[in-house]
């Protein structure tokens, strides 16, 4: 089965500096790659996704790239506000993502003021 | 529609009474999903269905588990002779699988807690 990595597990960075998390997927056959934003007591938030066929995607400060010959994937948030401060996850899935997702461990941003 | 729904937030049991959690996904959404998220972890599948029908379930679904999802609509999720190990926030998502269109929306979870 596929199996998501995710580093680091903790990420402070200072308030306006960019972030970034890395993760790396084991089977080759995935094709959607979501993120999610969690905060305390919260369900997972979809923030940024990336299919298979595509390199890179973009939307406002927060971008995902996606290198399929290494299998990894990252996500960049530039400009970083103290409401980024959260859990984000990456996940993996086959099938466009229709099936089930494979979560990394989590990486804890935290934006210090 | 406000997106999906769990009932409750919160449920405390002893180990061995059974536990029902109830899932209201996003009404137009077809395919619906259940995950279990211990802390510190990322969320881990445990089954989904297409309409009524269950289509996988992970391994980590014990036969002390059972999800229905009998019209197509909302979901229940049972959990039989609870165990400590039991604890956890349950998950619940729904998408519209059609196309590209895939992408799965989260509630705010069901937090079980076995004493």
């Known amino acids: 089965g596929e199996n998501v990595e995710q580093h680091p597990s903790t990420l402070s960075v200072q308030e306006g500096d960019s972030a970034v998390i890395k993760c790396t997927y084991s089977?080759?056959?995935?094709?959607?790659f979501p993120w999610y934003k969690q905060e305390l007591g919260k369900g997972p938030q979809l923030i940024i996704d990336?299919?298979?066929?595509?390199g890179e995607k973009k939307d406002q400060r927060i971008a995902v790239t996606l290198n399929k010959t290494a299998k990894h994937f990252s996500l960049h948030i530039t400009e970083t506000q103290p409401e980024d401060s959260a859990v984000y996850f990456c996940a993996a899935s086959g099938a466009g993502g229709a099936d089930g997702l494979t979560f990394g461990k989590g990486t804890h941003l935290i934006i210090q003021p | 529609d406000t997106g999906v729904s769990q009932d409750p937030r919160h449920k405390i049991t002893k180990r061995g009474q059974n536990v029902t959690f109830r899932c209201d996904p996003i009404?137009?959404?077809?395919?619906l999903y259940w995950y279990r998220q211990t802390l510190g972890q990322g969320p881990e599948f445990l089954t989904y269905f297409q309409n009524e029908a269950q289509l996988e379930k992970s391994r980590l679904l014990s036969d002390r588990f059972s999800a229905e999802r009998p019209k197509g609509s909302f979901s229940t999720l049972e959990i039989q002779r609870t165990e400590q190990g039991d604890s956890a926030m349950y998950l619940c998502?729904?998408?519209?699988?059609?196309?590209?269109?895939?992408?799965?929306?989260f509630g705010q979870g069901t937090r079980l807690t076995v004493v």
């Open positions: 998502a729904s998408s519209l699988a059609e196309g590209m269109n895939t992408e799965a929306f």
């Open positions: 089977d080759s056959a995935s094709n959607y």
């Open positions: 990336i299919r298979s066929n595509v």
């Open positions: 009404s137009e959404h077809n395919r």
